[in-house]
């Protein structure tokens, strides 16, 4: 089971930028990983993912602000987040699943995952 840790959330004013990272204690070049955030009162919610052969897939509340990648030779994902909203404002984690399909994967439903780390605040005034 692979263990995933956040970092880089922070607070930032509106128009801002940060980059997430999430490193994984294991290989995760064939897992779908992907963003999800919650805010509090709210759902869990898909912010983005990408699939094992690097297809990605936003939310539309986040298309064309941030980007996902991976670097598989360090076992990390990252979300570069730019544009900063006040309603980006939640706490963002990083999960996996290395036995989905690229439709699933690209579906990014937060039932689809059950590895996950333990979340980084992300605050926007």
């Known amino acids: 089971h692979v263990q995933l840790v956040e970092s880089g959330g922070g607070s930032v004013q509106a128009g801002g930028s940060l980059r997430l990272s999430c490193a994984a204690s294991g290989y995760t070049g064939r897992s779908c990983m992907g963003w999800f955030r919650q805010a509090p009162g709210n759902e869990r919610e898909g912010v983005a993912v990408i699939g094992m052969y690097g297809s990605t897939t936003y939310a539309d509340s986040v298309k064309g602000r941030f980007t996902i990648s991976k670097d598989n030779s360090k076992n990390t994902l990252y979300l570069q987040m730019n544009s900063l909203k006040p309603e980006d404002t939640a706490m963002y984690y990083c999960?996996?699943?290395?036995?989905?399909?690229?439709?699933?994967?690209?579906?990014?439903?937060?039932?689809?995952?059950?590895?996950w780390g333990q979340g980084t605040q992300v605050t926007v005034s």
């Open positions: 999960a996996a699943n290395a036995w989905l399909t690229t439709s699933q994967c690209l579906g990014f439903k937060a039932t689809d995952f059950g590895n």
